[in-house]
């Protein structure tokens, strides 16, 4: 019969390391906060190996008095709260006396802190959970953690960890997300003994600039709103600034980073009658409200909260967003708006559905494109063999194919075509969407996905974290069929790509799969999001409205249709066709009444 014990504080301390030190980008998180906790002006970090070999961060903070150098290495030791309803009102950064003790845990630290009132510095170290004497150190006011070597005495834990690369880009994200929270604080930041960030003091606007780029600032809205004890603050891209994926999404609660479905449903909602569904909104926001009111007890990473009031929060979000957005549009509407009156010899703007002629105000009918492509263009959607199919008598055709044979284009949109029934519609960039998604289904259950090298590599460029992917995912990206490597640090080149896709979009492309590998893991990525995936690159490779097709391209597209599975439908929801009968027509003009 097994027995029930007490485990040592070493290994308490390992796992809670393995929640709150999940990997060097947590344990700079929690330092950062400490740090800013401390009162903060100036703080530096230095990494060495990814923060894996050396992550050592220096403050110029209210610093710590010797004989609490070694209750700040103990667990749950914390001069943040001392009682439950501090922490039912939290106001600080930190909070629950884990991070310091489950660092020492599993790395090497050192501690070494000067307080404002101490004549000199003292430090601490601590291996294996163990705490050495403090002694006297020389250090300016302030405070100093070096943690080497983490997971040294974990290898298993260890292992788990990625590569350098990919660890510092993680690093990176974590320390632009606390630098863009406090633009009163001056951060900077080396790896391997090179500067990379150095970032005075400022306001809000040079800081998100100076982080997020001089374009984001230029395709923005203010936003601001008071209501009660909400104050709603920041900006938010407009929606010609929309992203292929969501990395310029910063959203702040009384100062702290979160990731909370209540507040993304928001802001979603405020920009969904505004921007593609295919698209994602930049910002940068922040939500200060009484601390009660909200519950960052949640997790031990402190990125997610609950709200006490959740449908009250949404609506406030919602509303402050939806009003900056809206009186932004209104304006560039009103100021495009307003035209000059024409003279006689002037043109009319086709908007107004005029056009010159002797009489500039006489109004005459605009032409509906209809239309088809040469027969032998530069590109081709369609299989040599509809060629000759094109040959067999009519009948013969109408009977195989329930959806015809195309007549032209309508409009750059529709394909119109004729059986035996009467007149097809067919939306032709949903119907190709589908098609390519169910063979990209098919390519992947089968291991098949054809790839296409490129003659010349497309380069983009990418962020750290986008080009640490690239290196830790090469087996994943080769299953979805693309083949993309670094060629600086900060420039990606796609080499090739699956053969289904339009070279044209093969930066697009390639940014989504990389978006939804560095977001949610190739695991999750191949499986759980494998349709989603597969949709938005269905998408990329249709053909787009006033993209002319030939008649023997709709006619492929038509017989495509007719051989996929769910091709009544797109992979949003929406029908690809509709059948008008030769009686609907009849009905429509009264034929034989």
């Not at 697009?508 to 990525?525: C, K, Q, Y």
Request: glycine residues 4%.
């Amino acid at each position: 019969m097994s027995t029930i014990q007490l485990l040592p504080d070493l290994l308490i301390n390992q796992i809670a390391a393995g929640e709150v030190i999940e990997r060097p980008a947590s344990a700079l998180k929690e330092l950062l906060e400490n740090s800013l906790d401390a009162g903060a002006t100036e703080i530096a970090v230095q990494l060495d190996g990814g923060g894996i070999k050396l992550l050592r961060v220096r403050d110029n903070g209210g610093g710590i008095a010797s004989e609490q150098l070694s209750l700040a290495l103990m667990r749950h030791a914390t001069s943040k709260i001392s009682s439950l309803e501090d922490l039912q009102r939290v106001s600080s950064m930190g909070f629950r006396g884990e991070a310091l003790a489950s660092m020492a845990a599993v790395a090497q630290v050192t501690l070494t802190s000067r307080h404002s009132e101490a004549p000199h510095a003292w430090k601490i170290e601590a291996v294996d959970g163990k705490q050495s004497d403090t002694s006297p150190a020389a250090h300016p006011f302030g405070t100093s953690i070096e943690m080497r070597e983490l997971y040294f005495n974990t290898p298993a834990r260890r292992k788990f960890l990625k590569s350098e690369n990919t660890e510092f880009a993680y690093c990176e994200e974590t320390f632009k997300r606390i630098a863009l929270s406090r633009p009163d604080v001056a951060f900077s930041l080396e790896h391997r003994a090179r500067t990379v960030w150095q970032l005075p003091v400022g306001n809000l606007a040079q800081r998100i600039t100076a982080i997020l780029g001089a374009e984001f600032g230029k395709h923005v809205v203010a936003v601001e709103r008071q209501a009660a004890d909400l104050h709603m603050y920041g900006i938010a891209a407009l929606p010609a600034y929309s992203r292929s994926s969501r990395d310029e999404q910063y959203f702040f609660v009384n100062g702290r980073f979160v990731r909370d479905k209540v507040l993304m449903h928001a802001v979603r909602q405020a920009y969904q009658d505004i921007l593609h569904h295919q698209r994602h909104p930049a910002f940068v926001l922040f939500l200060d409200m009484p601390p009660e009111q909200v519950d960052v007890n949640v997790h031990p990473a402190k990125s997610e909260v609950r709200f006490r009031e959740s449908q009250g929060i949404h609506q406030f979000v919602f509303h402050t967003l939806q009003e900056a957005l809206s009186s932004t549009i209104k304006t560039e509407i009103s100021d495009s708006s307003f035209q000059r009156r024409p003279e006689s010899n002037d043109f009319i703007h086709l908007d107004s559905g005029l056009r010159r002629n002797d009489n500039p105000f006489e109004p005459e009918q605009q032409r509906i494109p209809f239309s088809a492509a040469q027969q032998q263009p530069a590109y081709r959607l369609w299989d040599e063999s509809i060629i000759a199919r094109e040959q067999i008598p009519a009948a013969t055709q109408q009977q195989e194919h329930p959806l015809g044979y195309a007549l032209g284009q309508l409009s750059g949109i529709y394909i119109l075509a004729q059986n035996q029934h009467g007149l097809i519609v067919v939306d032709m960039h949903a119907a190709h969407e589908r098609i390519v998604y169910e063979k990209l289904k098919t390519a992947l259950d089968e291991q098949k996905i054809p790839t296409q090298p490129l003659l010349i590599p497309v380069t983009f460029h990418a962020d750290t974290l986008d080009v640490a992917t690239v290196e830790e995912a090469q087996a994943a990206l080769a299953t979805l069929g693309f083949d993309l490597a670094p060629i600086s640090p900060t420039t990606l080149a796609v080499r090739s790509m699956p053969a289904m896709l339009k070279q044209s979009k093969a930066e697009a492309a390639a940014r989504e799969v990389l978006h939804e590998l560095r977001e949610f893991g190739a695991s999750r990525a191949l499986t759980e999001r494998r349709n989603e995936l597969l949709a938005t690159l269905a998408c990329y490779s249709a053909v787009r409205a006033n993209q002319q097709l030939s008649i023997p391209e709709m006619n492929s597209i038509l017989r495509e249709m007719e051989q996929t599975e769910r091709a009544d439908q797109c992979n949003h929801g929406r029908p690809t066709w509709f059948q008008i009968t030769v009686a609907e027509l009849d009905a429509m003009f009264m034929r034989g009444k």
